[in-house]
């Protein structure tokens, strides 16, 4: 037999707050929803938390019931006030019950609720006010023209018009004593009202713009007084300007401009301006000019003559053909054979004194000379064929003598400019080709002064040498070590005792390879100078430098992780861990915010890992249900998340049929209802 007991149960309860109220939970049902609990202020009807049937016992004493049911959901409560709670008979006790919702002050009025068994305060909305004292009061400007009844009759007096009638709120006819216009106005009709236009000022017109009237002053060729006597006063012509000639040509005026120098007005049905014709004259008038009548004019000038009996004959052609004057600042070409009888051929140059003279009409035998003379020794003379001469060649400054070879003649061939160099002469080339030079050994490259620039040493059987190309664009200047031979030597670069070789500030390092170069920059070290070291690699082994953003994998490293930051370790970068080893797993977490049904957490992995373990951290009161698992079925067992703020709730179950997750093909999922928030951590690792 049970045994019964008999005594109290006391329930101090736990202290929470759901939403922005502190209220004291007394029972959770199974789900970790409220189930009873009490406090001063009834939650809202938004806060979630609550078991459907939940019972809140108000603590405050206010009127209107004491026991509340929440009628709503979970997630969105709706307490009311419990059957039998309250005031539930249809007739009132008396006046001096408190209403439910009552507060003191102006505004409010008393009305009953919708169940019918209770009053209650309400505030007055809408266009209509009440005070304390009852009295009422309409709002400023909330009547319009639809709540005033037709047959309202309100006075004129009570009515404000002013700018607002217009034409169509006029009947009837409109008393002159009522339109204000000075003498000498009219009245113009505009888009609203009205309008003044003064028409008395002397000597203007009406004129209309398309969109109005106005009074405009006459201007331009005539005037116009007050007794309406127009004057016409100047004759505008477009483009007109000083000498131009107006005449009439189809009824209309029409500017002639004024002509040029020695141009006469000649008639007709249009007057124009033409050049005299010359058709023959005897004589013409001193410092007079010839013109053709083409566009672009050629005109002929006659001088004054200072002597009498000055002409020029234009001889007999003898033939039918065009002849052309010849001038002496035009360059023409002279087709026909010209004789220069008795005298001499002066060339002149710029300078009329300096001029080259040809000596004719001597006779060349004997010891007769032909001189082709400049005036001065700095001159040059061109003779494009041969100068055979039978002996030396003299000039003033010494002698050239050729002597035959044992063939009986020798030739010398000259540049086209330049001066001949000696065996003996110190002398300096330009622009010379040398084709093959021999440089004897310790020969050497001199400069100006006589310093070395480059020395050459012989090798007693040489096989390699240096071979320079010429750089071009964007393609450098290259020292090729060369071989007579299958392959060179290598191409050696020395510094002289502890002399080192630089790359000077700015160049890089470059390396040529058949397909891809590699370059090498050096930055500028700006504290101090800094060596690059080598390390001796142990014989007959070879190595590779590591670089930055190379991928590549080091091999026997110590990384002290103290003194250095090891970034972007992930699940990618980490081992798989075998069964039976140890290895580093890693963690995959997902916000999930009341969104029913499945999130995806990681999809189509690039590699196969396990699920160890899962759990989640709320960031609401809401609670919820949530689980994990893969495409191919469900990891995990459900999760029911407490209805608290910050509380933590892990899976309790695996299922080891889907817990590991192939690569590439699977998704690791989560499943929620629609009131769980919060993140989900799911523990993992790789898996070979």
């Known amino acids: 037999m049970a045994k019964i007991f008999n005594r109290a149960i006391k329930l101090c309860g736990e202290p929470i707050k759901i939403g922005t109220y502190y209220i004291t939970v007394l029972e959770y049902d199974v789900d970790g929803m409220v189930m009873r609990a009490k406090g001063a202020d009834v939650p809202e009807n938004s806060d979630a938390g609550f078991a459907v049937g939940c019972q809140f016992i108000d603590t405050s004493s206010g009127a209107g019931g004491t026991f509340y ?45 919708g169940a019918g068994n ?121 483009s007109e300007a000083d000498g131009d000639i107006a005449y009439r040509a189809g009824g209309a005026w029409v500017r002639l401009g004024k002509g040029t120098s020695n141009q006469y007005l000649e008639g007709g049905d249009a007057p124009s301006w033409s050049l005299p014709a010359l058709a023959s004259a005897g004589a013409i008038q001193d410092g007079a000019e010839l013109s053709d009548a083409g566009d672009n004019d050629a005109t002929i000038s006659f001088t004054t003559q200072g002597t009498a009996g000055a002409s020029v ?186 002399g080192d070789i630089v790359i000077l500030d700015g160049s890089e390092l470059t390396i040529r390879r058949a397909t891809k170069n590699a370059l090498i920059v050096i930055a500028d070290q700006t504290v101090e100078d800094h060596t690059f070291n080598i390390p001796d690699i142990a014989t007959g082994a070879s190595d590779t430098f590591a670089f930055l953003a190379e991928a590549q994998t080091l091999t026997n490293k110590t990384i002290d992780v103290d003194s250095n930051t090891v970034s972007n370790v992930n699940a990618d970068e980490l081992d798989p861990i075998a069964i039976g080893n140890y290895g580093i797993p890693f963690v995959v977490s997902k916000d999930v915010s009341a969104a029913s049904g499945d999130t995806s957490v990681i999809t189509d992995s690039s590699f196969k890992f396990r699920v160890l373990d899962a759990w989640s951290l709320n960031t609401s009161a809401a609670g919820g249900v949530w689980s994990i698992k893969s495409d191919a079925g469900k990891i995990s067992d459900d999760v029911t998340a407490a209805a608290n703020d910050k509380d933590i709730d892990r899976i309790s179950q695996i299922d080891n049929a889907y817990h590991e997750i192939a690569a590439s093909t699977g998704d690791l999922i989560i499943t929620s209802d629609a009131s769980f928030v919060g993140t989900i951590y799911v523990l993992c690792m790789r898996v070979n």
């Open 118 to 238: 209770a009053v209650e305060f309400d505030e007055v909305t809408g266009d209509v006010t009440i005070g304390a004292t009852g009295t009422t009061a309409i709002a400023s400007k909330v009547i319009v023209n639809a709540d005033v009844n037709d047959s309202a009759a309100i006075a004129y007096s009570k009515l404000s018009l002013t700018g607002s009638v217009v034409s169509g709120d006029l009947a009837g006819s409109v008393a002159v004593g009522k339109i204000a216009l000075t003498t000498g106005s009219i009245m113009l009709g505009t888009a609203s009202v009205g309008a003044a236009l003064d028409a008395k000022t002397s000597g203007q017109i009406l004129v209309g713009s398309g969109s109005t009237l106005a009074s405009v002053a006459v201007s331009g060729d005539i005037s116009l007084d007050a007794a309406g006597d127009t004057e016409v006063s100047d004759l505008t012509l477009a």
């Open 313 to 498: 004959v234009i001889p007999n052609f003898a033939a039918a053909a065009a002849f052309t004057f010849g001038f002496l600042s035009k360059a023409q070409t002279w087709t026909e054979n010209q004789t220069i009888e008795y005298g001499h051929l002066l060339l002149g140059d710029s300078d009329s004194v300096q001029t080259l003279q040809i000596l004719v009409n001597e006779d060349m035998t004997g010891n007769h000379t032909l001189t082709i003379k400049p005036n001065d020794g700095d001159r040059e003379l061109d003779i494009s064929g041969n100068i055979n001469v039978a002996g030396n060649f003299t000039t003033t400054v010494g002698t050239v003598a050729f002597a035959a070879d044992s063939g009986g003649s020798s030739s010398l061939t000259l540049p086209a400019t330049g001066t001949v160099a000696t065996l003996a002469g110190a002398e300096a080339f330009t622009n010379k080709t040398l084709t093959l030079p021999k440089i004897v050994t310790g020969g050497k490259i001199v400069d100006a002064n006589g310093a070395e620039w480059i020395e050459f040493l012989e090798d007693a059987t040489p096989v390699d040498h240096l071979l320079i190309t010429q750089g071009d664009t964007g393609v450098g200047l290259t020292l090729t070590a060369t071989s007579s031979g299958t392959n060179s030597g290598g191409l050696l670069l020395d510094a002289k005792g502890t």
């Open 69 to 113: 049911v929440n009628e709503g959901s979970v997630s969105v409560a709706d307490f009311n006030i419990a059957a039998g709670e309250g005031a539930t008979s249809a007739t009132f006790v008396g006046l001096s019950d408190t209403p439910a919702n009552f507060t003191a002050g102006a505004n409010k009025f008393l009305r009953v609720n």
